[in-house]
């Protein structure tokens, strides 16, 4: 199989959580230790830093990996999901994974993978161990994919655990209270390994901090009221920076050499050494067009907040959900002034254009409908005037249709 051929049987052959939702996520690590055991356990061979959160555990995953990279440290960089392209998940030092790669490890593994049952994530998760190891990385920067405790990525015993904060999201699977999913999240903490705790609520500091207690492993919470330069523009951002930087002050005890250069370069050039796209990007002007990932309550408030900061005549949002998310929590926080066009990610979790227009109509937000994201947004383009806003979001799948 050439490269599109393998990525199009990895999607047909192993579920993937990105197109069909719970019923690809393993509630184990049964299979992840399974084949990493037939890889001789590649995630032993490299040092890391697991991230998990709510929010921001993709954009500080990111700002960490740049860091240590303007350090000179050779980096690898595990996230989900892609945006355009699958091998955006492996990076090392911002390069992705070659192509040849990825169809030499399904190549030779490919009877192992369905003998084993393993999902889309788990084999990508074992893909990227596999290739860091291979790479010989000095550090690499491990994102969960949900949640933390029965997330793929969990068999790794990094140097730092990172929790970027909680709040309501896939209740269906990590647990329909605060407690609950900060619970799962905390699941990483591992015995006598530190953790770092980003801004969040009160309760999720103390359940937090109770677990690390329990397990002899020190508790540490950003706590930085600086103001950093950097190329991720939203406001929100610097919360994420308040957690590298306790990031760097704790790899800095223990032997990490990053120095405030490094930390001010990294952050300031993040977008150039890791690639990272869709977080609050303006991808045209006349009029601004500005996209984002974020895409649950807790995310979509930091949004609006952010639109309000901005100045324009009128403001535009293209807006397509997933359906098992909180529908009526994300529409009921949206500007009714704005002008909506509705539409339809491509993915069979999408809420579909018509039940979002009748949903969104409950809410006095009104608009027009245009099925696929692409074109939602030049049909808004077409409407709006120079000085208008057009924020195009509301799910990851509506951006990386757009990209």
């Known amino acids: ?59 500080t995953s990111h700002l960490i990996a740049s860091v240590l990279q303007e350090q000179g440290y050779k980096v690898g960089l595990y996230t989900s999901p892609h945006l355009k392209d699958f091998r955006e998940r492996v990076k090392v030092n911002g390069k992705m994974i070659s192509e040849k790669e990825v169809v030499d490890f399904v190549k030779a593994h490919k009877d192992k993978l369905t003998e084993i049952g393993l999902s889309f994530f788990e084999m990508t998760t074992a893909l990227a161990f596999a290739y860091f190891s291979d790479q010989k990385v000095d550090i690499a920067i491990i994102e969960t994919g949900l949640g933390g405790r029965l997330d793929a990525t ?22 329909d209270t605060i407690e609950l999913i900060a619970k799962e999240k905390a699941g990483i903490i591992k015995e006598g390994i530190p953790v770092v705790l980003g801004l969040t609520s009160d309760e999720v500091v103390s359940i937090v901090a109770k677990i690390a207690h329990q397990r002899q492993s020190k508790f540490s919470q950003s706590t930085s009221n600086k103001v950093y330069k950097s190329s991720l523009a939203a406001d929100c951002q610097q919360e994420n920076i308040a957690t590298v930087c306790e990031v760097v002050k704790q790899l800095r005890l223990f032997g ?6 490094s930390l001010n370069d990294g952050l300031q050039n993040v ?95 009104g608009g027009i409908k245009v099925q696929k994201p692409v074109d939602a947004l030049a049909e808004a383009q077409k409407l709006a005037n120079e000085n208008d806003l057009i924020f195009v979001g509301g799910s990851t799948f509506v951006v990386a249709e757009i990209l």
């Open 256 to 261: 990490w050499d990053v120095t405030d250069k």
């Open 154 to 175: 969990n068999i790794i015993k990094p140097e730092l655990s990172v929790i970027t904060n909680v709040a309501l999201d896939h209740q269906n699977l990590l647990g």
């Open 1 to 59: 199989m050439n490269y599109q051929q393998t990525l199009d049987w990895l999607f047909q052959q192993l579920a993937s959580f990105q197109s069909v939702g719970q019923s690809a996520y393993k509630e184990d690590l049964a299979n992840i230790n399974a084949m990493c055991s037939l890889l001789n356990h590649p995630q032993n061979n490299f040092r890391s830093i697991h991230v998990a959160g709510t929010n921001g555990k993709g954009s």
């Open 271 to 365: 977008i150039v050494n890791t690639k990272l796209r869709g977080r609050w990007e303006q991808i045209s002007d006349t009029p601004t067009v500005i996209c984002d990932t974020g895409h649950n309550i807790h995310a979509v408030k930091s949004i609006v907040k952010q639109l309000n900061n901005e100045s324009y005549d009128n403001l535009w949002i293209v807006l397509g959900l997933v359906g098992d998310k909180d529908v009526d929590g994300i529409l009921e926080l949206l500007p009714i002034d704005a002008n909506y066009v509705f539409c339809q990610a491509d993915i069979p979790r999408a809420l579909t254009v018509d039940k979002l227009f009748d949903k969104a109509a409950q809410y006095s937000l």
